[in-house]
Protein backbone atom coordinates (compact mmCIF):
# COMPACT_ATOMS: atom_id res chain seq x y z
CA UNK A 1 0.00 0.00 0.00
CA UNK A 2 1.10 3.71 -0.80
CA UNK A 3 0.18 6.73 1.35
CA UNK A 4 -2.06 8.18 -0.85
CA UNK A 5 -5.84 7.84 0.69
CA UNK A 6 -8.85 9.87 -1.56
CA UNK A 7 -10.85 11.40 0.47
CA UNK A 8 -14.76 11.52 -0.40
CA UNK A 9 -15.41 15.27 0.95
CA UNK A 10 -17.94 17.50 1.60
CA UNK A 11 -16.12 20.56 3.43
CA UNK A 12 -18.41 19.38 6.31
CA UNK A 13 -17.54 18.53 9.81
CA UNK A 14 -17.35 15.01 9.80
CA UNK A 15 -15.18 15.45 6.71
CA UNK A 16 -12.87 17.95 8.20
CA UNK A 17 -12.03 15.94 10.84
CA UNK A 18 -11.16 13.31 8.83
CA UNK A 19 -8.31 15.59 6.84
CA UNK A 20 -6.48 16.00 9.86
CA UNK A 21 -6.92 12.94 11.00
CA UNK A 22 -5.55 11.14 8.30
CA UNK A 23 -2.77 13.76 7.81
CA UNK A 24 -2.05 14.18 11.61
CA UNK A 25 -2.86 10.36 12.86
CA UNK A 26 -2.24 8.10 9.61
CA UNK A 27 0.22 10.07 8.31
CA UNK A 28 -1.50 9.60 5.09
CA UNK A 29 -1.46 12.20 1.91
CA UNK A 30 -5.03 13.26 1.71
CA UNK A 31 -6.85 13.52 -2.17
CA UNK A 32 -9.85 15.02 -1.79
CA UNK A 33 -12.66 15.18 -4.39
CA UNK A 34 -15.95 16.54 -4.17
CA UNK A 35 -18.72 14.81 -6.45
CA UNK A 36 -21.37 16.91 -7.21
CA UNK A 37 -24.99 15.64 -7.90
CA UNK A 38 -26.81 19.04 -8.03
CA UNK A 39 -26.09 19.89 -4.13
CA UNK A 40 -23.40 23.07 -4.83
CA UNK A 41 -23.48 26.48 -6.31
CA UNK A 42 -19.99 27.10 -7.89
CA UNK A 43 -19.54 29.37 -5.13
CA UNK A 44 -19.98 26.96 -2.51
CA UNK A 45 -17.52 24.36 -4.50
CA UNK A 46 -14.56 26.95 -4.57
CA UNK A 47 -15.51 27.99 -0.55
CA UNK A 48 -14.80 24.24 -0.07
CA UNK A 49 -11.49 23.75 -2.16
CA UNK A 50 -10.34 26.79 -0.38
CA UNK A 51 -11.06 25.19 3.11
CA UNK A 52 -9.84 21.69 1.53
CA UNK A 53 -6.40 23.49 1.14
CA UNK A 54 -6.01 25.12 3.94
CA UNK A 55 -6.76 21.97 6.19
CA UNK A 56 -3.49 20.72 4.30
CA UNK A 57 -5.06 18.27 1.84
CA UNK A 58 -2.27 17.07 -1.04
CA UNK A 59 -4.67 17.61 -4.04
CA UNK A 60 -8.37 18.84 -4.16
CA UNK A 61 -10.80 18.11 -7.25
CA UNK A 62 -14.53 18.09 -8.22
CA UNK A 63 -16.46 16.08 -9.94
CA UNK A 64 -19.72 16.72 -11.45
CA UNK A 65 -22.18 13.52 -12.18
CA UNK A 66 -25.46 15.74 -11.99
CA UNK A 67 -26.59 13.97 -15.94
CA UNK A 68 -25.32 10.81 -15.22
CA UNK A 69 -26.61 10.57 -12.03
CA UNK A 70 -30.29 11.36 -13.55
CA UNK A 71 -30.06 9.07 -16.24
CA UNK A 72 -28.79 6.37 -14.52
CA UNK A 73 -31.01 6.38 -11.58
CA UNK A 74 -33.43 9.87 -11.15
CA UNK A 75 -35.32 9.25 -13.89
CA UNK A 76 -36.30 5.59 -12.75
CA UNK A 77 -36.98 7.16 -9.48
CA UNK A 78 -39.89 9.00 -11.73
CA UNK A 79 -40.75 6.30 -13.66
CA UNK A 80 -41.57 4.20 -10.31
CA UNK A 81 -43.23 7.14 -8.23
CA UNK A 82 -40.55 5.62 -5.95
CA UNK A 83 -41.06 6.98 -2.08
CA UNK A 84 -39.17 4.95 0.37
CA UNK A 85 -42.04 4.05 2.96
CA UNK A 86 -44.44 6.44 1.01
CA UNK A 87 -42.56 9.16 2.01
CA UNK A 88 -39.09 9.72 1.09
CA UNK A 89 -38.00 10.03 -2.34
CA UNK A 90 -34.39 8.46 -1.35
CA UNK A 91 -32.51 12.13 -1.87
CA UNK A 92 -29.37 10.74 -0.20
CA UNK A 93 -30.06 7.20 -0.48
CA UNK A 94 -29.78 7.62 -4.41
CA UNK A 95 -26.96 10.15 -4.82
CA UNK A 96 -24.29 8.01 -2.13
CA UNK A 97 -24.22 5.27 -5.09
CA UNK A 98 -22.95 7.85 -7.69
CA UNK A 99 -20.70 9.53 -5.08
CA UNK A 100 -18.83 6.38 -4.40
CA UNK A 101 -18.48 5.41 -7.70
CA UNK A 102 -16.89 8.83 -8.60
CA UNK A 103 -14.72 8.62 -5.31
CA UNK A 104 -13.69 5.18 -6.44
CA UNK A 105 -12.90 5.63 -10.17
CA UNK A 106 -10.85 8.79 -8.58
CA UNK A 107 -8.49 6.48 -6.48
CA UNK A 108 -7.75 4.61 -9.65
CA UNK A 109 -6.76 7.32 -11.90
CA UNK A 110 -4.09 8.18 -9.23
CA UNK A 111 -3.44 4.55 -8.06
CA UNK A 112 -4.46 5.18 -4.27
CA UNK A 113 -3.80 2.68 -1.94
CA UNK A 114 -6.81 3.94 0.71
CA UNK A 115 -10.05 5.33 -0.12
CA UNK A 116 -11.47 7.06 3.19
CA UNK A 117 -15.52 8.43 3.20
CA UNK A 118 -16.92 10.30 6.67
CA UNK A 119 -19.68 7.99 7.67
CA UNK A 120 -20.49 7.24 11.19
CA UNK A 121 -20.94 3.60 12.24
CA UNK A 122 -24.72 3.82 12.72
CA UNK A 123 -25.84 4.62 9.41
CA UNK A 124 -26.44 3.21 5.73
CA UNK A 125 -23.75 5.39 4.07
CA UNK A 126 -20.83 3.43 5.66
CA UNK A 127 -22.39 0.05 3.72
CA UNK A 128 -23.25 2.08 0.74
CA UNK A 129 -19.84 3.43 0.13
CA UNK A 130 -17.80 0.45 1.31
CA UNK A 131 -19.80 -2.02 -0.85
CA UNK A 132 -19.63 0.48 -4.11
CA UNK A 133 -15.63 0.31 -2.73
CA UNK A 134 -15.70 -3.20 -2.76
CA UNK A 135 -17.12 -3.87 -6.28
CA UNK A 136 -14.89 -0.76 -8.12
CA UNK A 137 -12.22 -0.33 -6.94
CA UNK A 138 -11.83 -3.58 -4.02
CA UNK A 139 -7.51 -3.23 -4.24
CA UNK A 140 -7.93 -0.25 -2.17
CA UNK A 141 -8.04 -0.45 1.64
CA UNK A 142 -10.86 1.57 3.22
CA UNK A 143 -10.65 3.81 6.07
CA UNK A 144 -13.60 5.19 8.23
CA UNK A 145 -11.92 7.31 10.81
CA UNK A 146 -15.93 8.41 12.17
CA UNK A 147 -16.62 4.83 12.27
CA UNK A 148 -13.68 3.71 13.50
CA UNK A 149 -12.87 6.16 16.53
CA UNK A 150 -16.64 6.26 17.64
CA UNK A 151 -17.28 9.79 17.62
CA UNK A 152 -19.72 12.20 18.20
CA UNK A 153 -19.81 15.25 16.38
CA UNK A 154 -18.74 17.12 20.29
CA UNK A 155 -15.85 15.35 20.53
CA UNK A 156 -15.32 15.92 16.23
CA UNK A 157 -15.53 19.34 17.07
CA UNK A 158 -12.99 19.59 20.08
CA UNK A 159 -10.19 17.23 18.14
CA UNK A 160 -10.99 20.43 15.27
CA UNK A 161 -10.09 22.70 17.78
CA UNK A 162 -6.68 21.37 19.24
CA UNK A 163 -5.40 21.44 16.16
CA UNK A 164 -6.23 24.96 15.02
CA UNK A 165 -9.39 24.14 12.69
CA UNK A 166 -12.14 26.64 13.75
CA UNK A 167 -15.86 25.09 13.75
CA UNK A 168 -19.15 27.45 14.14
CA UNK A 169 -21.06 24.90 16.42
CA UNK A 170 -24.27 26.40 15.61
CA UNK A 171 -24.28 25.11 11.90
CA UNK A 172 -22.36 21.42 12.75
CA UNK A 173 -25.29 20.96 15.24
CA UNK A 174 -27.09 19.91 11.70
CA UNK A 175 -25.87 17.29 9.05
CA UNK A 176 -27.05 18.70 5.77
CA UNK A 177 -26.36 16.84 2.35
CA UNK A 178 -27.59 18.36 -0.30
CA UNK A 179 -28.28 17.10 -3.87
CA UNK A 180 -30.99 18.19 -6.55
CA UNK A 181 -33.12 15.43 -5.75
CA UNK A 182 -33.77 16.75 -1.91
CA UNK A 183 -31.86 17.37 0.89
CA UNK A 184 -31.49 15.55 4.03
CA UNK A 185 -31.31 17.64 7.62
CA UNK A 186 -30.14 15.21 10.98
CA UNK A 187 -29.96 17.07 13.92
CA UNK A 188 -30.65 16.17 17.74
CA UNK A 189 -34.25 15.92 17.09
CA UNK A 190 -34.31 13.17 14.80
CA UNK A 191 -32.35 11.15 17.01
CA UNK A 192 -35.56 10.98 19.13
CA UNK A 193 -38.82 9.97 18.25
CA UNK A 194 -40.93 12.57 19.63
CA UNK A 195 -39.65 15.35 18.46
CA UNK A 196 -39.59 17.71 15.44
CA UNK A 197 -36.96 19.71 13.45
CA UNK A 198 -37.04 23.78 13.87
CA UNK A 199 -38.11 25.98 11.51
CA UNK A 200 -34.32 27.38 11.36
CA UNK A 201 -32.70 23.95 10.94
CA UNK A 202 -34.15 23.49 7.09
CA UNK A 203 -31.68 25.43 4.10
CA UNK A 204 -34.88 26.51 2.08
CA UNK A 205 -36.91 28.84 4.38
CA UNK A 206 -40.22 30.11 2.72
CA UNK A 207 -39.98 33.44 1.06
CA UNK A 208 -43.61 33.54 -1.14
CA UNK A 209 -46.89 32.76 0.46
CA UNK A 210 -49.36 33.78 -2.72
CA UNK A 211 -50.96 31.17 -4.61
CA UNK A 212 -49.16 30.00 -8.05
CA UNK A 213 -49.49 27.35 -10.74
CA UNK A 214 -47.03 25.24 -12.27
CA UNK A 215 -47.98 23.12 -15.51
CA UNK A 216 -45.17 19.90 -15.87
CA UNK A 217 -45.17 18.45 -19.21
CA UNK A 218 -44.26 14.33 -19.57
CA UNK A 219 -43.32 12.63 -22.96
CA UNK A 220 -42.86 9.07 -22.32
CA UNK A 221 -42.43 9.72 -18.66
CA UNK A 222 -39.93 11.72 -19.12
CA UNK A 223 -40.18 15.93 -17.83
CA UNK A 224 -40.17 17.80 -21.24
CA UNK A 225 -41.09 21.11 -20.30
CA UNK A 226 -41.77 23.34 -17.15
CA UNK A 227 -44.93 26.47 -17.52
CA UNK A 228 -44.82 25.95 -21.21
CA UNK A 229 -41.04 26.55 -21.87
CA UNK A 230 -39.07 23.11 -23.25
CA UNK A 231 -35.87 22.40 -21.96
CA UNK A 232 -32.38 20.78 -22.89
CA UNK A 233 -32.14 18.33 -20.37
CA UNK A 234 -34.68 17.24 -17.67
CA UNK A 235 -32.61 18.37 -14.95
CA UNK A 236 -32.76 21.72 -15.98
CA UNK A 237 -36.64 21.53 -15.29
CA UNK A 238 -35.57 19.39 -11.89
CA UNK A 239 -33.49 22.56 -10.52
CA UNK A 240 -35.82 25.56 -11.73
CA UNK A 241 -39.15 24.03 -9.65
CA UNK A 242 -36.88 23.23 -7.23
CA UNK A 243 -36.76 27.31 -6.52
CA UNK A 244 -40.02 28.04 -7.50
CA UNK A 245 -41.25 25.63 -5.08
CA UNK A 246 -39.15 25.29 -2.19
CA UNK A 247 -40.07 29.33 -1.83
CA UNK A 248 -43.30 27.79 -0.19
CA UNK A 249 -41.53 25.57 1.98
CA UNK A 250 -42.44 22.66 0.16
CA UNK A 251 -41.45 19.17 0.40
CA UNK A 252 -40.71 19.16 3.89
CA UNK A 253 -41.01 16.04 6.19
CA UNK A 254 -38.86 13.49 8.43
CA UNK A 255 -38.79 9.74 7.22
CA UNK A 256 -38.93 6.83 9.60
CA UNK A 257 -37.27 3.70 8.14
CA UNK A 258 -35.44 0.58 8.33
CA UNK A 259 -31.71 0.92 8.17
CA UNK A 260 -29.58 -2.02 5.91
CA UNK A 261 -28.02 -2.62 9.74
CA UNK A 262 -31.29 -3.30 11.23
CA UNK A 263 -31.71 -0.22 13.45
CA UNK A 264 -35.17 2.09 12.83
CA UNK A 265 -33.66 5.41 11.88
CA UNK A 266 -35.12 8.77 11.36
CA UNK A 267 -34.10 11.59 8.99
CA UNK A 268 -35.43 15.05 7.85
CA UNK A 269 -35.41 16.34 4.18
CA UNK A 270 -36.95 18.71 2.21
CA UNK A 271 -37.61 17.66 -1.18
CA UNK A 272 -40.07 20.20 -3.14
CA UNK A 273 -39.62 19.03 -6.48
CA UNK A 274 -38.72 15.49 -6.20
CA UNK A 275 -42.40 15.11 -4.40
CA UNK A 276 -44.06 17.47 -6.89
CA UNK A 277 -42.63 15.24 -9.56
CA UNK A 278 -43.25 11.95 -8.12
CA UNK A 279 -47.05 12.66 -7.65
CA UNK A 280 -47.68 14.57 -10.93
CA UNK A 281 -46.42 11.76 -12.67
CA UNK A 282 -48.35 9.61 -11.10
CA UNK A 283 -51.47 11.01 -11.49
CA UNK A 284 -50.21 11.16 -15.54
CA UNK A 285 -50.12 7.63 -15.13
CA UNK A 286 -53.33 6.81 -13.28
CA UNK A 287 -54.89 8.37 -16.51
CA UNK A 288 -52.94 6.45 -18.79
CA UNK A 289 -52.13 3.45 -17.87
CA UNK A 290 -53.92 -0.02 -17.80
CA UNK A 291 -55.11 -1.59 -13.79
CA UNK A 292 -52.74 -4.48 -14.31
CA UNK A 293 -49.92 -1.92 -15.41
CA UNK A 294 -50.56 0.11 -11.92
CA UNK A 295 -50.74 -3.13 -10.08
CA UNK A 296 -47.65 -4.28 -11.07
CA UNK A 297 -45.44 -1.14 -11.44
CA UNK A 298 -46.11 -0.52 -7.55
CA UNK A 299 -44.62 -3.57 -6.58
CA UNK A 300 -41.76 -3.83 -8.94
CA UNK A 301 -41.23 0.00 -7.99
CA UNK A 302 -41.03 -0.94 -4.37
CA UNK A 303 -38.34 -3.48 -5.25
CA UNK A 304 -36.29 -0.89 -7.05
CA UNK A 305 -37.00 1.59 -4.56
CA UNK A 306 -35.56 -0.85 -1.78
CA UNK A 307 -32.72 -1.94 -3.45
CA UNK A 308 -31.43 1.24 -4.42
CA UNK A 309 -32.02 2.11 -0.53
CA UNK A 310 -29.74 -0.46 0.32
CA UNK A 311 -27.29 0.20 -1.86
CA UNK A 312 -27.42 -2.56 -4.66
CA UNK A 313 -27.03 -0.45 -7.91
CA UNK A 314 -24.98 -3.30 -8.84
CA UNK A 315 -27.39 -6.07 -8.83
CA UNK A 316 -28.32 -7.07 -12.16
CA UNK A 317 -31.97 -7.45 -11.15
CA UNK A 318 -32.12 -3.42 -11.26
CA UNK A 319 -31.25 -3.69 -15.13
CA UNK A 320 -33.79 -5.83 -15.55
CA UNK A 321 -36.43 -3.28 -13.22
CA UNK A 322 -35.34 -0.70 -15.11
CA UNK A 323 -36.32 -2.00 -18.55
CA UNK A 324 -39.99 -2.80 -17.33
CA UNK A 325 -40.16 0.70 -15.93
CA UNK A 326 -39.11 2.14 -19.24
CA UNK A 327 -41.37 -0.10 -21.46
CA UNK A 328 -44.67 1.36 -18.84
CA UNK A 329 -43.88 4.63 -20.18
CA UNK A 330 -44.67 4.32 -23.62
CA UNK A 331 -48.16 6.09 -23.48
CA UNK A 332 -47.45 8.37 -20.36
CA UNK A 333 -47.39 11.76 -21.94
CA UNK A 334 -48.77 14.85 -21.20
CA UNK A 335 -49.43 17.79 -18.94
CA UNK A 336 -49.91 18.20 -15.24
CA UNK A 337 -51.27 20.77 -13.33
CA UNK A 338 -50.23 21.74 -9.76
CA UNK A 339 -51.39 24.43 -7.77
CA UNK A 340 -48.58 26.04 -5.01
CA UNK A 341 -49.45 27.21 -1.70
CA UNK A 342 -47.17 27.41 1.24
CA UNK A 343 -45.79 24.13 2.91
CA UNK A 344 -48.35 22.03 0.60
CA UNK A 345 -49.07 21.63 -3.05
CA UNK A 346 -52.62 20.29 -4.89
CA UNK A 347 -52.48 18.64 -7.92
CA UNK A 348 -55.42 19.90 -10.09
CA UNK A 349 -55.42 17.49 -13.13
CA UNK A 350 -54.01 16.78 -16.45
CA UNK A 351 -54.45 16.92 -20.53
CA UNK A 352 -53.32 13.67 -22.24
CA UNK A 353 -53.83 12.50 -25.72
CA UNK A 354 -53.91 8.78 -23.83
CA UNK A 355 -56.05 9.60 -21.42
CA UNK A 356 -58.54 6.53 -20.66
CA UNK A 357 -61.11 8.41 -19.12
CA UNK A 358 -62.22 9.33 -22.38
CA UNK A 359 -66.04 10.59 -22.39
CA UNK A 360 -66.07 8.78 -26.04
CA UNK A 361 -66.17 4.96 -23.70
CA UNK A 362 -68.70 6.75 -21.22
CA UNK A 363 -68.90 8.62 -18.21
CA UNK A 364 -67.99 7.47 -14.74
CA UNK A 365 -71.06 7.81 -12.43
CA UNK A 366 -73.47 8.42 -15.14
CA UNK A 367 -73.84 7.21 -18.60
CA UNK A 368 -72.04 4.49 -20.80
CA UNK A 369 -71.71 4.39 -24.90
CA UNK A 370 -70.19 0.67 -25.33
CA UNK A 371 -72.33 -1.55 -22.89
CA UNK A 372 -75.87 -2.41 -21.96
CA UNK A 373 -77.60 -2.70 -19.21
CA UNK A 374 -77.82 -6.59 -19.65
CA UNK A 375 -73.87 -6.71 -20.26
CA UNK A 376 -73.58 -6.04 -17.24
CA UNK A 377 -76.17 -8.44 -15.45
CA UNK A 378 -73.96 -11.16 -17.43
CA UNK A 379 -71.01 -10.04 -16.20
CA UNK A 380 -71.98 -9.37 -12.69
CA UNK A 381 -73.39 -12.81 -12.44
CA UNK A 382 -70.07 -14.56 -14.21
CA UNK A 383 -67.78 -12.40 -12.24
CA UNK A 384 -69.44 -13.22 -8.90
CA UNK A 385 -69.79 -17.34 -9.96
CA UNK A 386 -67.29 -18.33 -7.87
CA UNK A 387 -67.80 -16.62 -4.54
CA UNK A 388 -70.98 -17.56 -4.72
CA UNK A 389 -70.21 -21.23 -5.24
CA UNK A 390 -67.76 -21.29 -2.35
CA UNK A 391 -70.46 -19.52 -0.28
CA UNK A 392 -73.12 -22.52 -0.82
CA UNK A 393 -70.40 -25.29 -0.22
CA UNK A 394 -69.37 -23.36 3.27
CA UNK A 395 -72.94 -23.21 4.09
CA UNK A 396 -74.01 -26.87 3.48
CA UNK A 397 -70.95 -27.96 5.31
CA UNK A 398 -72.08 -25.70 8.39
CA UNK A 399 -75.26 -28.00 8.55
CA UNK A 400 -73.96 -30.76 8.47
Given at each position: MNNKVVLAYSGGLDTSYCVKYLTEEKG???????????????????????RAKEMGVKEFVVRDVVKDYYEQCIKYLIFGNVLKNNTYPLSVSAERVFQAIAVAEYAKEIGAGYIAHGSTGAGNDQVRFDMVFN???????????????????????????????EIDAKKAAYSINQGIWGTSVGGK?????????????????????AESEVVLEFEQGELVGLNGKKCNHPTEIIIELNKIAGAYAIGRDIHVGDTIIGIKGRVGFEAAAPLIIIKAHHLLEKHTLTKQQLFWKDQLSNVYGSNLHEGLFYEPLMRDLEAFLTSTQENVS????????????DLIGIES?????????????EMNNTWTGDDVKGFAKIFSNQMMIWKKVSEENKKK
Open positions: LEVYAITVNTGGFSEEQLKAIEVIVMPEAGIITPIRDNKLSREEEIEYLKKHGVETLTSRHTLPEEAYPTQISKTGKVFVKLQPYRFPYDLMSSKFGSYG
